[in-house]
C-alpha cells in the first residue's frame, strides 16, 4: 500500500468470523475501484480484568486498528456482530476513545456505512446498523447505506438492509455468507470506494 494512496479503513471486530468474512467482501469492492485501496483493522476484545491479557499483535487476521488508521482514512467500513441490537462492546470501547479525532474534526466530510451479522433473521440487525451510524454523524461524517438500485436487496431471503450489508450467520454461527449477502458486501464497498475518492476531491485531495 502506497502512502499517498487513498484507503478506505474496514474497521470491525468479530468473533466467528462472519463480520470478518463480510469485511473482506467490502475490501473487494473498494479494491475494484481504481486509485482507491482497502485497509483492514480489527479492534482487541475488552475485559472485565483490569490487566491486558491479549497480545499486542493479534495470532491471525487483520492486525488492530490505531488512531492514525481513522485519522488518515478517506472512507469508514464500520462492522460488529449484533448484541442485543447493538454493535459489540470492543468496537464501541474503540470508538469511545476517538476524542482526539472529534476535536479535531478528522473525519468531518469523510463517507461512512456500517455492516453487521446476526445468528437469526430477526436479531437486531437494522437497529444495530442504526445505532453504528450515530457516532460517525457525531464526527461529522457522511453516510452511505445500501441503495436499493442494489436487486440484491430485494432479492434477499436472508441478510442484507438498506442501512448496511449484513449476514445471518445462523444459530451455531456457522452458515456462511451467501450470493447475495456477498454481493451487498461488494456493493457497499465500491460505493464507499467511489464516494471517498469524489469526497476526498471536495476536501483538497487530502485524506487527513
Known amino acids: 500500500m502506497s502512502d499517498s494512496t487513498p484507503f478506505v479503513l474496514i474497521l470491525y471486530y468479530s468473533r466467528s468470523g462472519a463480520t470478518a468474512d463480510m469485511a473482506r467482501q467490502i475490501a ?28 499486542e499483535i493479534p495470532e491471525e487476521g487483520a492486525v488492530y486498528a490505531e488512531l492514525d488508521d481513522l485519522r488518515h482514512c478517506s ?9 442485543f441490537g447493538n454493535m459489540a462492546a470492543p468496537l464501541k470501547y474503540f470508538l469511545d476513545n476517538t476524542s482526539s479525532l472529534w476535536m479535531n474534526g ?16 430477526h436479531g437486531g440487525q437494522e437497529s444495530t446498523l442504526l445505532t453504528m451510524l450515530v457516532p460517525l454523524l457525531h464526527h461529522g461524517m457522511v453516510y452511505a447505506g445500501v441503495p436499493y438500485s442494489e436487486t440484491a436487496l430485494i432479492n434477499t431471503q436472508t441478510g442484507g438492509t438498506p442501512y448496511g450489508a449484513s449476514h445471518v450467520a445462523g444459530v451455531r454461527s ?16 465500491k460505493r ?17
Open 75 to 83: 472512507g469508514l467500513a464500520l462492522g460488529s456482530p449484533t448484541r
Open 28 to 55: 473487494a469492492g473498494v479494491e475494484s475501484i481504481s486509485g482507491i485501496e482497502a485497509r483492514l483493522r480489527t479492534v482487541p476484545p475488552v475485559s472485565t480484568t483490569c490487566e491486558a491479557v491479549d497480545p
Open 106 to 121: 478528522a473525519l468531518i466530510d469523510k463517507p461512512a456505512s456500517a455492516f453487521t451479522s446476526s445468528s437469526s433473521l
Open 192 to 208: 464507499l470506494a467511489r464516494l471517498a475518492l469524489a469526497l476526498n476531491q471536495m476536501r483538497g485531495g487530502s485524506a487527513s
Open 174 to 189: 456457522d452458515r456462511p455468507v451467501d450470493e447475495h449477502e456477498r454481493t451487498l458486501c461488494v456493493a457497499q464497498g
